[in-house]
């Protein structure tokens, strides 16, 4: 006859009393698996959910996951070793099934996560699906839990069990695999060496783990699968160190007091367990070095992320400030240019006759006037480019276009000013076919043909000035050259940058916004082109030269 | 990709609650799982 559970359903685990909520009975298994499991378990989980709570990333989901599934297995082998009941222990032999799977699934995923630094293809999703909704169907049949032994308390187990412990191997291979993937991949040294810490802390957690739990069912030693979960310290460990080195995470002081503490006790609770005094003296010298090593980690650690802390407060102070500004800039610039718009309106009306014909003195005043308002306006609206394009709001309308004409233009523009100071401004090599490129044809002629050679004409007191454009495959290549006053090394530096004139450039031209060559440069950076100047030093001359994809 | 996703997930809650459900009962209510190794139990209850 077939005996089943019900018949000894209620009866009590060999001697057991239920000492603990009436159901389990701490003084059966041996005092290690307190020592080992509860202080690892624990660690795991605390360490998995203030890394999420801090991080909030997909790595820090997945190893919360990691966490959760360990933490559930943990639990689980500690309610086999002290229910009292068979009811309650069956129920755990089964759900082991549930915490193992889910371990090695989200440990593969996050090792993928990790070190791909990308969210989990379909496919991957998908076939971790699969497994998962596999193993969840097998979980309560008889291919997972077969039969119980009621005479030594615990589930003898089925197919799932030996086909786990073989693919188990195989989920550690693939961990590594993936990670040597995105070790190989990656040309970063920081990155890599990431990845490596990441990948070998898996592989060997999970690589212990599954050892000792399939030498320990093969030999039937149940004391021997307590140190597997030891392997989880050192993923714990290994991840510590690449949160602290690589800012992962930022868990800041917390894992790496979770460390020295899970450390300490650890080592700590083998003195209770180890009799030769050989033993004894080898776990008091590690004891003591890990103490003096933990203590040393966990201040370097506070050190360190005070001081990360405070650059981060600061620079959300800078940010605050500098959004504040550029905004303020903003809204002073059209505040001015509504009033410089009205008073050149008003000096153009005087100038043109619209209030009858004026006073010769006047209209002397009148011409000076609006060509100042004009200058003030260009100032303004350089002012107002400038802070569209630190915010991210000026938009190009890009058509395609001849830019032969739109240099020719600009060039006819720059003679005439340059002719009042006597300069020789020519266009050569002009083109004789058209050159098409698109581009944002406006923007292009004001802030960049139209200000490089304003720039060569206002910083050339006598000589020349010269512009080309040509064609080079897929390139056009715009070049303005003079013989004007030159740019120093240091000036070179911060030419192309916010408000950078050059040291002296206020002297030879007194309406500088030092925005002209920012701006420059954003437009052409928005083209996909590059823009740069040279020049043999102070008093040479300077070359500036565009180069923008041809259409 | 987002709707995909969150069914994915109900999906595989509800098969872990029906998984979790299934051996619970098993266990404590039907009780029905074969048992070996009785030789040393001296009173099974009937």
Known sequence: MTMTLAQFGTLLCGTEAPTLFGAFDLSTPPALLFYSYVPIALVTLAMGLFAHRSARSRESAWLLAVAVFFFGWVADILVQWVASYHTLLLFAWQLNAVFEVGLFLSAIAFVAVFTRERALPDWGTYLLAAVSLATLAVVPTGLNIESYDVGNCQGVVGPLWPTL???????????????????????????????????????????????SNYYGELMQTYDFNLWGPIGMVIFQLLLTYSIVRFHEFNTKVFGAQALVATLVVLIGSELFFVHSATNQILVSITLALSIVFGGLLERSVRAEVRLRERLQEQEKILEVANAQQVSLLHFISHEVKGSLNKAQGVFAGMVEGDYRQLPEAVSTIAKGALGEVGKGITMVMDLLAASDLKKGTMSFDKKEFDCTVAVRQAVDNARL???????HVEFVTPPTEAIRITADEAKLMRHVFRNLLDNAVRYTPSGFV??????????????VEDSGVGITPEDKQKLFTEGGHGKDSIKVNVDSTGFGLFIAKQVVDAHGGRIWAESDGPGKGSRFVVELPAA | MERKQALLATVLVIALAASVALSYLESF?????????TDTIDEPSE
Not at chain 1, 171 to 184: D, E, L, P, Q, T
Not at chain 1, 417 to 423: A, H, I, N, S, T
Not at chain 1, 466 to 479: D, K, M, N, P, Q
């Open chain 1, 417 to 423: 000013v340059g002719k009042v100071k006597g300069l």
């Open chain 1, 466 to 479: 010269r512009a080309s454009l040509v064609r080079a495959g897929a390139i056009v290549r715009f070049t």
């Open chain 1, 165 to 211: 412990y073989a693919l188990e191997p195989a989920a550690v291979v693939i961990m590594g695999y993936i990670g040597y993937r995105a070790w190989r991949k990656e040309l970063d040294v920081q990155k890599r060496l990431r990845i490596l810490v990441g990948t070998i802390g898996a592989v060997l957690a999970l690589g212990t783990f599954w050892f």
């Open chain 2, 29 to 37: 209510v039907w009780m029905q799982v074969r048992v070996v190794n």
